[in-house]
Each structure stands twice: as structure tokens, then as C-alpha cells.
């Protein structure tokens, strides 16, 4: 049989930068200064144009082991010959100094031999804008300069500098040391400066965790996935990204490459529920800090998504490159900030709402909370009744989604919760009248003949989105409609136990070929809402076996053999596992539920 295509790669970074390492051992994807920055190492799409840094035995033929030091985001590559063997640890120093997250821009590299004499080739050679530059490079006592970039790119080794510079075999007899860094070169000694940062990141992931809250089902699961969303923000404006790649095909000669290196207003609300699920609040408040930073006066639409500095424009360009597996085009940036798609406004009230109604918040700026309300109620008004690109960002259909107005009514509805908290009645009063448009928009959406609700008005195709109906509780759980619609929306979209298609109509570039791995969560979620808690369990545990060899998931499955697509790894399908795995949770811990 032949094996399924799978993301053979681990994730590393602080919240400053990330980077993808191949069980090959190299480094083949990392952009600075910032997560939507050219990447300096990019072989994932640029092939030989996309710079190398691997650590490859002499040897062909090996054999890899590749994973997490527990409960961390360290990465170990273990690389076997019959001869001999050697362990790559990879991280992104992390840890708390001086009362703030010290989080710099350095990518560290320890390599240990454990068994015979390793025989090893050490190639390090970045690249710029995209690959069309290739740096210039100057030698030192002990490290190697690389010119070309807004600031200095520097390797500091401790390895025989000549053997890197011309990239040539040597035997490796005891522990080494690389620390790659951008901006400020490391001045320290790197034996004792990298086995220090090493043990205070151990230590910093492993505190981290034991603050998460986590119910005693799918630890394992959730903890990774837990471990991989918190590397997703971008720390220093608390934008929080959709996925570090970008151009990764949803199924192979698709043309659905896609940049995900961006904020979707979406995308942060589920990945704040998710933080919120496990206890961990200092997310959202960050990401309150990333809003005030988007204009959001007057008329002026709130885009869908923003850069990771906040800047609106995120122009979509085709690069010269090979793509991945030879998949075009290569885009970079992504026209899906010009969409209308009007869910963002009750998305946005719905991800700051706990700062509000939560007694452990104490420090929400009043004034600022009322000019955020109105502002966003001013806009669910005036796109009320507009039909839009929807969450999926069809490009040439446009419609009044149900999952729109879905959370236009959500979003009122916590616009209505926020403005009692503060005793502005206007505004609660505002808000419910909206509350009652969208409903009237949703009852348009029925479909009395299939007892269910419609990707949109006017329409009879089902969309796996209207999930959130039943878990937004706009049908109650408990109701026949609840367990209708959720029958209609398996007898169309789902394949399996629960892998679940986003629509099965044709949009721009024809009829979707794989799953949609949020779907299929939602899908999870749902079956827990409704009492099917057994089922949720089967389809969750299946869903779970779609990860690589360190947990990570795709954004997309093939259902026919199982195959990772799309943007890797995906945030959507992390949120979608830590979420399912939290309502699960809460089934279980009901009587009925006890040993």
C-alpha cells in the first residue's frame, strides 16, 4: 500500500518567529524579522531556491526519529546509520527574564553524538526576498556574517568554521553548537549561553502547561495542540496568525495555494475560545491591544484580515518559484482582505466579550469599551442585509450566508451582555433589535422540506458551517431541529466517522476535492452538544489519527487515503481539536459519565 503524503516536519518558535524542520534535519521554512516576512530558509515551496540549513549524515541511507521533548516546544531529531548515530535538539529560546517574555529572534542547534563517530555535512545558506537574493557572506573567529537582509543574519559555532563555509564532511566527537540569529549577535560563550537556554525554554514550556487547564480526556492531544496555537501569536502586537506557511495546496494541482501568514478577525475568535477553554487569558488580552490598533472609524469596513502589524493592504503576488511538489501558483499575500464578509463584527464582539462579563478582569478601560461597541454595532447595521463572500472567501459568488447571520445575531447577542455590564441601555436596546434582523435573516435560511438550515437564502445546498447553529446554541441542543439539521448536514457533507467536507457545489475553481479538518471538529463538537457523546469520542479519536509523527495537523485530509493538504500546521484544525476535546470533557464529567 502506499503510503499516505504526510507534512513530514516538527514546529519550533517563541512568538517572535517559527520554523518548520524536516526529519531530512533541515530547517525548511523560517521567516524574519516577522511570521509574514520573506523567508530566509524556504525549500518547502522554493526548492534550490529556498536556501538549505540541514545537519545530514554522509551516509545515505538513515534512519529518523523526530519529537517533542514532553510538554515543550523543543524539538529532538535523532538520525541513525548502521554505523553510528546523533541527536539534533532545535528550539527558540523562550523563557520569562526580568519580569517580561525574553523571546528573541535566535534559532539554536545542538548536535550530540550518541553512537560510533558520526560522519556529518552542515550546509547553512539563507536566502532573501523570496529567493531571489542570495546573501552575502563574510567569516569571523567563530562565526559566519550574511548580508543582504534588513539586519545582519549571523551563524555562531563553535563547529570548524571552514567545514561550514564550504559545506564538507568531518567527524563529529562531541557535543556542538549553532545559534543562528538575526539582528543581535549572540556575544555570549555558546556551550554554557545555549545549555542555559536550553533548560529555562524546557522549563518555561513545562510551567506553561501545568497552568493549562485540561480535562483528563485527550490530554496527549490537546496539550500538543495547545503547545502549537501558543506559537501562533505573534507576541509583540498580539496578532495571532492562521498558519506560518503559505502556498501549500488544499489538494495537489488545485490552485488553491494560499498565504495564511495573516490575522483573520475569524480565525481569533475560535483560537481565543480555545485559550479561554484551557485557562490561558493572556491571549485575548493581548489581541484587545492588536484591535485598538485597526481603524475602525465611520463607515470604514473592518477587513477580514490584517497583517501582523495591523496594515490593511496584503496585496496578492505570484512568485517565481517551483511551489510545493511542484504545485502552482506561488502566491504571496492574499486578496481576501478586499472580501465583504460580515461575520467579523460578531466575531470580534464575541472574542472580547470575557474581558467584560468575566469578575477576573478589572482592568477594561471603560471609554474605550463604549466607542469599541458602538462602533461595531454601527457596522452589523449597516451590513445587515448585504450579502457577502461568506467565511469560505468565494471570489465570485456572493450571498446572504446563514453562518453570517449567525453571528450577527452571536455578536448582538454579547453586544447586549457588554452593554448591560456597563448600564448602557441605548446600546443593549440597539443591540437587540439587531439581534431580532439577523434572526428574521436566519428563518430565511430554513428549509422546511429537509427539516435544516441552508448554506444561505435563496439556496437548498448544505454547508458544514451551519454546525455552528447547534453549537452557538441558536438551535437548542436538546431539540428535534438540533438532531434534524445535523442528520441532513451527514447525509450530505461527511465521509467517514467524521471527516467532513466544507460544501460539495462548485465554487471558483470547481468542486472541493478534500476535507475540511475545522469541519469535522465542529462536526464533534456538535455530536457532543446533541447527546451523541459515543460518537463524538469515535469521530474525534479518528480525526486525532490524522496528525504527522509529532501531532501537528493539516488543514485539509483526503479522505480516500488519509493524506495532509493545505497550510501546515493549520491553527483552524489545533483550535478545532482543543475545542472538541473541551466539550467532550464536559460530557464525560456528568454522572452518567463516571466510572
Same mark, same amino acid.
Given at each position: 500500500?502506499?503510503k499516505?503524503?504526510?507534512?513530514?516536519?516538527g514546529?519550533?518558535?517563541?512568538?517572535?518567529?517559527?520554523?518548520?524542520?524536516?526529519?531530512?534535519?533541515?530547517?525548511?521554512?523560517?521567516?524574519l524579522?516577522?511570521f509574514?516576512?520573506?523567508?530566509i530558509?524556504?525549500?518547502?515551496?522554493?526548492?534550490?531556491?529556498?536556501?538549505?540549513?540541514?545537519?545530514?549524515?554522509?551516509n545515505?541511507n538513515?534512519?529518523?526519529?523526530?519529537?517533542?521533548?514532553?510538554?515543550?516546544?523543543v524539538?529532538?531529531t535523532?538520525?541513525?546509520?548502521?554505523?553510528y548515530?546523533?541527536?539534533?535538539?532545535?528550539?527558540?529560546?523562550?523563557?520569562?527574564?526580568?519580569?517580561?517574555?525574553?523571546?528573541?529572534?535566535?534559532?539554536?542547534?545542538?548536535?550530540?553524538?550518541?553512537?560510533?563517530?558520526?560522519?556529518?555535512?552542515v550546509?547553512?545558506?539563507?536566502?532573501?526576498?523570496?529567493?531571489?537574493?542570495?546573501?552575502?557572506r563574510?567569516?569571523?573567529s567563530?562565526?559566519?556574517?550574511?548580508f543582504?537582509?534588513?539586519?545582519?543574519?549571523?551563524?555562531t559555532?563553535?563547529?570548524?568554521?571552514?567545514?561550514?563555509v564550504?559545506?564538507?564532511p568531518?567527524?563529529?566527537?562531541?557535543?556542538?553548537?549553532?545559534?543562528?540569529t538575526?539582528?543581535?549577535?549572540?556575544?555570549?560563550?555558546?556551550?554554557e549561553?545555549?545549555?542555559?537556554?536550553?533548560r529555562?525554554?524546557?522549563?518555561?514550556?513545562?510551567?506553561?502547561?501545568?497552568?493549562?487547564?485540561?480535562?483528563?480526556?485527550?490530554q496527549?492531544?490537546?496539550?500538543?495542540?495547545?503547545?502549537?496555537?501558543?506559537?501562533?501569536?505573534?507576541e509583540?502586537?498580539?496578532?495571532?496568525?492562521?498558519s506560518?506557511?503559505?502556498?501549500?495546496?488544499?489538494?495537489?494541482?488545485?490552485t488553491?495555494?494560499?498565504?495564511y501568514?495573516?490575522?483573520w478577525?475569524?480565525?481569533?475568535?475560535?483560537?481565543?475560545?480555545?485559550?479561554?477553554?484551557?485557562?490561558?487569558f493572556?491571549?485575548?488580552?493581548?489581541y484587545?491591544?492588536?484591535?485598538?490598533?485597526?481603524?475602525?472609524?465611520?463607515?470604514?469596513?473592518?477587513?477580514?484580515?490584517?497583517?501582523v502589524?495591523?496594515?490593511s493592504?496584503?496585496?496578492?503576488?505570484?512568485?517565481?518559484?517551483?511551489?510545493?511538489?511542484?504545485?502552482?501558483?506561488?502566491?504571496?499575500?492574499?486578496?481576501?482582505?478586499?472580501h465583504?464578509?460580515?461575520?467579523v463584527?460578531?466575531?470580534?464582539?464575541?472574542?472580547?466579550?470575557?474581558?467584560?462579563?468575566?469578575?477576573?478582569?478589572?482592568?477594561?478601560?471603560?471609554?474605550?469599551?463604549?466607542y469599541?461597541?458602538?462602533?461595531?454595532?454601527?457596522?452589523?447595521?449597516?451590513?445587515?442585509?448585504?450579502?457577502?463572500?461568506?467565511?469560505w472567501?468565494?471570489?465570485?459568488?456572493?450571498?446572504?450566508?446563514?453562518?453570517?447571520?449567525?453571528?450577527?445575531?452571536?455578536?448582538?447577542?454579547?453586544?447586549?451582555k457588554?452593554?448591560?455590564?456597563?448600564?448602557?441601555? #441605548?446600546?443593549?436596546? !440597539? *443591540?437587540? =433589535?439587531?439581534?431580532n /434582523?439577523?434572526?428574521?435573516? +436566519?428563518?430565511?435560511c &430554513?428549509?422546511?422540506?429537509r427539516?435544516?438550515?441552508?448554506?444561505?437564502?435563496?439556496?437548498?445546498?448544505?454547508?458544514?458551517?451551519?454546525?455552528?447553529?447547534?453549537?452557538?446554541?441558536?438551535i437548542?441542543?436538546?431539540?428535534?431541529?438540533? #438532531?434534524?439539521?445535523l !442528520? *441532513?448536514? =451527514?447525509?450530505?457533507? /461527511?465521509?467517514?466517522?467524521? +471527516?467532513?467536507?466544507? &460544501?460539495k457545489?462548485?465554487?471558483?475553481?470547481?468542486?472541493?476535492?478534500?476535507?475540511?479538518?475545522?469541519c469535522?471538529?465542529w462536526?464533534?463538537?456538535?455530536?457532543?452538544?446533541?447527546g451523541?457523546?459515543?460518537?463524538?469520542?469515535?469521530?474525534?479519536?479518528?480525526?486525532?489519527?490524522?496528525?504527522?509523527?509529532?501531532g501537528?495537523?493539516?488543514?485539509d485530509?483526503?479522505?480516500?487515503?488519509?493524506?495532509?493538504?493545505?497550510?501546515?500546521?493549520?491553527?483552524?484544525?489545533?483550535?478545532?481539536?482543543?475545542n472538541?476535546?473541551?466539550?467532550?470533557?464536559n460530557?464525560?464529567?456528568?454522572?452518567?459519565?463516571?466510572?
Amino acid at each position: 500500500m502506499q503510503k499516505r503524503h504526510t507534512y513530514d516536519f516538527g514546529l519550533i518558535g517563541n512568538c517572535a518567529y517559527l520554523a518548520l524542520i524536516g526529519k531530512d534535519t533541515n530547517i525548511s521554512w523560517m521567516c524574519l524579522p516577522r511570521f509574514d516576512s520573506s523567508f530566509i530558509f524556504g525549500s518547502l515551496i522554493g526548492g534550490d531556491k529556498g536556501g538549505e540549513f540541514s545537519i545530514k549524515p554522509t551516509n545515505e541511507n538513515f534512519e529518523v526519529d523526530q519529537h517533542y521533548i514532553q510538554n515543550t516546544n523543543v524539538l529532538e531529531t535523532i538520525v541513525s546509520t548502521g554505523d553510528y548515530s546523533y541527536k539534533i535538539t532545535d528550539f527558540a529560546p523562550r523563557f520569562l527574564q526580568y519580569d517580561r517574555s525574553y523571546k528573541p529572534q535566535m534559532l539554536i542547534r545542538i548536535v550530540e553524538p550518541l553512537k560510533g563517530i558520526p560522519q556529518i555535512r552542515v550546509v547553512c545558506d539563507p536566502v532573501g526576498n523570496y529567493g531571489k537574493e542570495r546573501l552575502r557572506r563574510e567569516s569571523g573567529s567563530s562565526h559566519i556574517s550574511f548580508f543582504g537582509l534588513p539586519e545582519t543574519l549571523r551563524l555562531t559555532t563553535d563547529f570548524p568554521l571552514n567545514m561550514v563555509v564550504d559545506s564538507r564532511p568531518f567527524a563529529l566527537t562531541n557535543t556542538k553548537y549553532m545559534v543562528l540569529t538575526y539582528g543581535s549577535p549572540l556575544e555570549a560563550e555558546i556551550h554554557e549561553t545555549s545549555e542555559n537556554f536550553l533548560r529555562k525554554t524546557t522549563n518555561y514550556w513545562r510551567t506553561w502547561i501545568k497552568s493549562t487547564s485540561i480535562g483528563m480526556h485527550y490530554q496527549k492531544e490537546v496539550i500538543r495542540s495547545s503547545l502549537a496555537l501558543k506559537i501562533h501569536q505573534f507576541e509583540d502586537t498580539g496578532a495571532i496568525i492562521a498558519s506560518p506557511t503559505m502556498s501549500l495546496p488544499e489538494s495537489p494541482n488545485s490552485t488553491r495555494n494560499w498565504d495564511y501568514r495573516y490575522c483573520w478577525m475569524r480565525d481569533t475568535y475560535y483560537t481565543l475560545t480555545a485559550f479561554n477553554n484551557i485557562g490561558h487569558f493572556e491571549a485575548m488580552e493581548k489581541y484587545a491591544l492588536y484591535l485598538t490598533n485597526i481603524p475602525m472609524q465611520g463607515k470604514e469596513r473592518i477587513q477580514p484580515l490584517y497583517n501582523v502589524v495591523g496594515e490593511s493592504t496584503i496585496t496578492e503576488k505570484e512568485l517565481d518559484l517551483p511551489g510545493y511538489m511542484g504545485n502552482q501558483p506561488v502566491r504571496m499575500g492574499n486578496d481576501a482582505y478586499t472580501h465583504i464578509q460580515n461575520d467579523v463584527y460578531g466575531q470580534i464582539l464575541l472574542a472580547i466579550l470575557p474581558l467584560f462579563v468575566d469578575n477576573r478582569f478589572a482592568n477594561i478601560e471603560k471609554r474605550q469599551s463604549i466607542y469599541l461597541l458602538e462602533t461595531i454595532l454601527e457596522k452589523i447595521e449597516f451590513t445587515m442585509d448585504e450579502a457577502d463572500a461568506g467565511l469560505w472567501e468565494f471570489r465570485n459568488l456572493k450571498q446572504k450566508h446563514a453562518y453570517t447571520h449567525l453571528f450577527q445575531w452571536a455578536g448582538s447577542h454579547a453586544a447586549c451582555k457588554i452593554a448591560k455590564q456597563m448600564g448602557e441601555k #441605548k446600546l443593549e436596546v !440597539k *443591540a437587540k =433589535e439587531l439581534l431580532n /434582523r439577523a434572526d428574521a435573516h +436566519l428563518k430565511n435560511c &430554513y428549509l422546511s422540506d429537509r427539516k435544516a438550515y441552508a448554506q444561505a437564502e435563496g439556496v437548498t445546498r448544505m454547508d458544514s458551517s451551519t454546525l455552528q447553529l447547534i453549537m452557538m446554541n441558536y438551535i437548542p441542543h436538546n431539540s428535534q431541529l438540533a #438532531k434534524d439539521h445535523l !442528520k *441532513a448536514l =451527514e447525509e450530505d457533507l /461527511r465521509v467517514g466517522k467524521g +471527516l467532513f467536507y466544507r &460544501y460539495k457545489h462548485a465554487d471558483d475553481f470547481g468542486e472541493p476535492e478534500t476535507t475540511f479538518l475545522i469541519c469535522a471538529f465542529w462536526y464533534v463538537e456538535a455530536l457532543a452538544c446533541v447527546g451523541r457523546t459515543e460518537e463524538a469520542m469515535e469521530a474525534f479519536e479518528e480525526l486525532a489519527g490524522y496528525s504527522n509523527h509529532v501531532g501537528l495537523l493539516s488543514e485539509d485530509v483526503d479522505y480516500k487515503d488519509g493524506s495532509m493538504w493545505g497550510n501546515f500546521p493549520q491553527a483552524y484544525s489545533h483550535v478545532g481539536l482543543v475545542n472538541a476535546a473541551y466539550r467532550i470533557n464536559n460530557k464525560l464529567d456528568k454522572p452518567n459519565f463516571l466510572p
